[in-house]
C-alpha cells in the first residue's frame, strides 16, 4: 500500500498569494503534478491539515478543486487554519465522521485501516485532543484490535524542539491521546503536519511522521549551542511517501525541485518523559 501524504497547503479563498508572498496555488499545482507522475501511482493521499489558509469554504472548494487532477482519493483532516465543516462541505461527510465537534473517521477500504483525528479547536494557536474523540478512537481501535492501522491528525503530539510550534500543538489533553495509542499494538504509525517541515518522532510507541509542508517549509539549519535547533522560512515544497504491507514501513521525502534532505529527529519529548507509561 503506497500512501501519499501531503500537508499545509494553505489554499486562499481568492488564489492571490498568502501573506502577499506565497502563492499558495502554484505549490499545490506542483505536488499535484509531481504525484501524477509516480509509477505505480499511490493507492491513497492523506492531506494532514491546513487545507485551506482561513477556513474559508470558498478556499476549501478552491483546495477541492485544485487536487481534482490527484491520482488517488484524498483524505483530509483538520488543520488549526481550517474550518471542519467547510472541509465536511468540499470534501464529503464520511458515515463515521458523526460528532459535529470534531472530524474524526474511519476508512476501511485499504489493507490498512486509516482513522482521521481531529485536534483543532477554534482558536488557531491552541490544539486540545477532547476526552471525548480519545474515547472514540478508543471504541475504534477496539472493534479490530490486531488490523494494522494508521492515525492521522494535523497536529503532531510529541514535542520539536522549536518553540512557536509547541506553543500551537496540542497543549491540552495529550494524555488521553497518549493512553489510548500506547495501549494498542496494532498502531503502525501517526501522520501530522503543521509544522512545515519533515520531522519523526516517536511518541506512545508509536512512530510520528510530520510531512514537508506544500506552503513555504520551515527549514532545518542546524543545533545552536544550547541545543535548539535553528530554523528559517524557505525551500521547495515536497510531500512523503510511505509504502507499507501492514508490517514492514518505508519512508521516501520528496521535494518538487528534485532535492532531497534528511527528516529531522524531533527534541526529547518533555511530555513523554513527564507521563505515565
Ligand atoms: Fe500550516
Redesign the pocket.
Known amino acids: 500500500m503506497l500512501i501519499a501524504h501531503i500537508a ?1 497547503l ?1 489554499v486562499s479563498d481568492d488564489g492571490l498569494p498568502v501573506h502577499d508572498l506565497v502563492d499558495t496555488d502554484a505549490a499545490t499545482r506542483a505536488v499535484v503534478a509531481a504525484l501524477r507522475t509516480l509509477d505505480p501511482p499511490p493507492d491513497i493521499i492523506i492531506a494532514a491539515g ?1 487545507i485551506t489558509h482561513d477556513g474559508d469554504g470558498v478556499a476549501a472548494a478552491r483546495a477541492k478543486a485544485l487536487l481534482a487532477g490527484l491520482p488517488a482519493p484524498v483524505l483530509v483532516c483538520t ?1 488549526n ?1 481550517d474550518r471542519r465543516e467547510s472541509l465536511r462541505a468540499a470534501f464529503g461527510r464520511h458515515a463515521s465522521d458523526v460528532d459535529d465537534a470534531w472530524m474524526a473517521y474511519t476508512v476501511e477500504d485499504f489493507p490498512v485501516r486509516l482513522i482521521a483525528l481531529d485536534a483543532a479547536t477554534d482558536d488557531p494557536f491552541v490544539g486540545a485532543m477532547p476526552e471525548a474523540e480519545a474515547d472514540w478512537l478508543a471504541a475504534r481501535l477496539a472493534e479490530q484490535p490486531d488490523r494494522p492501522t494508521i492515525l492521522f491528525l494535523h497536529h503532531p503530539p510529541f514535542d520539536t524542539g522549536i518553540d512557536w510550534m509547541d506553543a500551537i500543538g496540542i497543549t491540552i489533553g495529550r494524555e488521553a491521546l497518549w493512553r489510548v495509542v500506547a495501549a494498542h499494538g496494532n498502531i503502525l504509525a501517526i501522520l501530522s ?2 509544522l ?1 517541515r519533515p520531522m519523526v518522532g516517536a511518541w506512545a510507541g508509536v512512530t510520528v511522521y510530520a510531512a514537508p ?1 506544500v ?1 513555504n517549509r520551515v527549514e532545518f539549519i542546524g543545533m545552536r549551542p544550547d541545543g535548539s535547533p535553528e530554523v528559517a522560512i524557505g525551500a521547495a515544497p515536497g510531500y512523503a511517501l510511505h509504502e507499507t504491507d501492514g508490517t514492514a514501513w518505508s519512508t521516501r521525502l520528496c521535494f518538487v525541485d528534485g532535492h532531497a534532505e534528511e527528516w529531522a529527529m524531533a527534541m526529547p519529548d518533555t511530555y513523554a518523559e513527564n507521563s505515565v507509561k
Request: aromatic letters at 0%.
Open positions: 499545509d494553505h491546513d488543520g487554519h503536519g503543521h512545515h509542508s506552503m
